[in-house]
C-alpha cells in the first residue's frame, strides 16, 4: 500500500465503521487491507475515492455478518407495527424542510417508486460535477485522483495527492426497488454543494435523527413518501461468523407489547434459528461441564485427575453441589458426560443454516405511499 495520511486512514476507518454499524476489528481491518481477485485492497481504494464506505460496509457484511435478521412469525397481527410506522410517516409529512422540498423541487408532485434512479441521475447532471475534497482541500471541477495523476500540470497536487491520498465527498444513499422486501435495493451518489441533491441529503440527514430512521429510508420518503416499517417487536440475529458463542438473540421492543408477544417473538427465533432447540434447555451442571471438559484438555489433565478436581469442586466451591459429585470408579460415564455436554453446548449456539441462508421474511407488504 503505497505511503498516505494516518488522517485519512483512520477518517477512511471510521467513515466504514458507521456505514458497517459497529467498531471494526483485526479481522474486518486485515480483510480491507488485503488485495482481492487481483483488485487493490478495499481501504486503497476507498482512498482514491472509487468506490464508497457503504460499499467497503456491504462487503464486509458478506463475509463477516452473514445475516442480521428481522424475522416474527406472528406481525401480521401486530397492528402497532404498521400504526407506529403510519404514524411516523404522518409526522415526518408535517416537517417544514420536507414540505418546503416537495414544494420548491418536486413541485408537489412524488416521483414514482420506478423513476427514482433516473430522478436522483438526472438532478444530478443538472447539480454539476460533485465536490471533492482531499483532506478538505476542494478539487475544480470534480477530478478525481486517477485523472489527476494524469495531468502533467497538476504536478503540485499530483505530489500532495500522493502523500494524503485522502479523497472524498459528501454522499446521498437511498433506496431503488424492493422497499418492503427482505433485501432493499440500495444506492449512493456524491453530491454537489449548494446543489438540489446536497439539499436533500441535508434534509434526509435531519430527518433521520429525528425520526430514528435510516438515512436511505429518509431520503426515498422525501422524495417517493414510501414510508418505512418498523415492527412493533423487532428480533434480530447477531451472528458472528467465527465465535458462535457471540451469537445472539436481540430483541427491540414496543413498551405497549405484551410479555406473552415478547416470550413468542424468542421463542419463534430460538426454535427456527438455531440447532436442536429442544436440547437448549439452561443447566448448571452440564454448563460446568462443558467447561470442565475443555479446560481440562487444556491441562492436559487425566480422566481420573479431572474427576477428583470435579469432585473437589463440588464439595468446596461456591454454587456447586455435591449432589453433581462423581464415585471414583464411574470415569467412563464421567468422560461420555464431559464430552456430550461440551458438544451440546456448543451446538445450542449453532445456527441453523438452511433459514439464514434462505433468509425467510414475514409478509410485511401492507406499508405503502402516504399522499
Not at 464506505?53 to 401486530?78: C, G, M, W
Amino acid at each position: 500500500m503505497p505511503p498516505t495520511n494516518t488522517y485519512s486512514l483512520h477518517q477512511s476507518i471510521a467513515d466504514i465503521a458507521q456505514a458497517y454499524g459497529r467498531y471494526l476489528g483485526e479481522r474486518e481491518i486485515r480483510y480491507i487491507n488485503q488485495w482481492l481477485q487481483n483488485l487493490e485492497p478495499l481501504l486503497l481504494r476507498l482512498l482514491h475515492g472509487e468506490i464508497s464506505a457503504h460499499y467497503v460496509a456491504d462487503k464486509l457484511r458478506e463475509v463477516f455478518s452473514p445475516a442480521t435478521l428481522k424475522n416474527i412469525r406472528n406481525d401480521q397481527v401486530l397492528d402497532r407495527s404498521y400504526i407506529n410506522s403510519i404514524l411516523a410517516s404522518i409526522k415526518a409529512e408535517k416537517v417544514t424542510q420536507v414540505q418546503a422540498f416537495r414544494k420548491d423541487v418536486l413541485k408537489r408532485k412524488l416521483v414514482p417508486p420506478d423513476q427514482i434512479g433516473r430522478w436522483v441521475s438526472k438532478t444530478s447532471k443538472k447539480d454539476g460535477k460533485p465536490t471533492l475534497w482531499v483532506n478538505g482541500i476542494r478539487l475544480s471541477g470534480g477530478e478525481t485522483f486517477r485523472t489527476l495523476i494524469k495531468e502533467s500540470e497538476n504536478i503540485d497536487i499530483e505530489q500532495k495527492l500522493y502523500d494524503t491520498g485522502y479523497l472524498r465527498g459528501q454522499e446521498l444513499t437511498y433506496l431503488i426497488g424492493n422497499f418492503y422486501g427482505k433485501d432493499p435495493i440500495r444506492k449512493s451518489v456524491y453530491v454537489t454543494e449548494g446543489g438540489t441533491l446536497d439539499r436533500l441529503r441535508l434534509i434526509s440527514n435531519d430527518l433521520r435523527l429525528a425520526m430514528g430512521w435510516k438515512e436511505w429510508e429518509a431520503s426515498t420518503f422525501i422524495m417517493t413518501g414510501i414510508y418505512p416499517i418498523y415492527r412493533a417487536i423487532e428480533t434480530d440475529i447477531q451472528i458472528s461468523s467465527h465465535n458462535r458463542y457471540d451469537n445472539k438473540i436481540v430483541l427491540k421492543i414496543d413498551p405497549t407489547s405484551t410479555a406473552k408477544e415478547v416470550i413468542e417473538h424468542f421463542e419463534w427465533c430460538k426454535e427456527n434459528y438455531f440447532e436442536n432447540p429442544k436440547a437448549r434447555q439452561p443447566n448448571p451442571k452440564t454448563e460446568r461441564l462443558a467447561l470442565f471438559h475443555v479446560q481440562s484438555i487444556i491441562k492436559k489433565i487425566s480422566t481420573h485427575a479431572a474427576l477428583e478436581a470435579w469432585n473437589n469442586r463440588c464439595k468446596n466451591s461456591k454454587g456447586w453441589r455435591e449432589s453433581w459429585i462423581y464415585d471414583r470408579k464411574d470415569v467412563s460415564n464421567f468422560k461420555r458426560d464431559l464430552r456430550t455436554a461440551y458438544e451440546k453446548y456448543d451446538m445450542n449456539r449453532e445456527i441453523e443454516k438452511e433459514n439464514i441462508q434462505a433468509k425467510i421474511y414475514p409478509p410485511l407488504q401492507q406499508g405503502g405511499i402516504v399522499r
